[in-house]
């Protein structure tokens, strides 16, 4: 069991440019979330798949924001037209169902947009 | 909508003593969990501690444990023995009891330092 992965770690783009971040959950969950988290606060729900499909989607998640989840297994969390406010750190968690097991976080990738 | 509040944003505590978190939550649900969490420096975010609404009894995970009390929606933090390891950015968290989504609410953060 390597734990959640995330990847790049460090991001460092244009305003306008697109990003597209990778996570990897633990092998066996079959629930992955993405939270953002900004300087100084506490994480931000973002969205919600279990397996493939996509059930949940925060109000933060702006057309410029997509996610995807094909298979069921890594995720892909895409920003199009970055803007100086979408930095922050992206972090991923995923868990097992039932709904009540923890959710495991991996180390997240921090966006800069310049 | 929920929302968790940690009024302290940051505290400190000399090593080998105990030190109390803050945090409250509103919420018009009767049935959710609580946690804590913890974020080290540039490390990832780990459970520390959680507590079933429906359950009296505070929970305990060694040097830790939580005062949980219901009706005035308060769920404080208590480290004992506090070690130089203990120091860390740490979140309440909030999660409905429903069988979709259990997304996470956090707090803003309340950092921790340990003095040696």
């Known amino acids: 069991d390597t734990g959640v992965s995330q990847d790049p770690r460090h991001k460092i783009t244009k305003r306008g440019q697109n990003v597209t971040f990778r996570c990897d959950p633990i092998s066996e969950h079959n629930r992955l979330y993405w939270y953002r988290q900004t300087l100084g606060q506490g994480p931000e729900f973002l969205t919600y798949f279990q397996n493939e499909a996509q059930l949940e989607k925060s109000r933060l998640l702006s057309d410029r924001f997509s996610a995807e989840r094909p298979k069921g297994s890594f995720s892909t969390l895409e920003i199009q037209r970055t803007e100086q406010g979408d930095s922050a750190m992206y972090l991923c968690a995923s868990s097992l169902s039932p709904f009540y097991n923890e959710q495991f976080f991996g180390p997240g990738t921090r966006l800069t947009v310049l | 909508a929920q929302t968790v509040t940690q009024s302290q944003p940051e505290m400190s505590v000399q090593e080998a003593e105990t030190v109390t978190l803050s945090c409250t939550y509103d919420?018009?649900?009767?049935?959710?969990?609580l946690f804590w969490y913890k974020q080290p420096p540039s490390r990832q975010m780990i459970l520390v501690i959680r507590?079933?609404?429906?359950?009296?009894q505070n929970a305990t995970e060694n040097r830790f444990s939580v005062n949980f009390q219901k009706a005035a929606k308060s769920f404080s933090l208590k480290i004992s023995d506090s070690q130089l390891g203990d120091a860390a950015m740490y979140f309440c968290a909030y999660r409905v009891t429903q069988t979709s989504g259990s997304r996470l609410t956090f707090g803003e953060g309340t950092q921790l330092t340990v003095n040696p």
């Open positions: 919420t018009s649900e009767s049935d959710y969990y």
């Open positions: 507590q079933e609404a429906y359950k009296q």
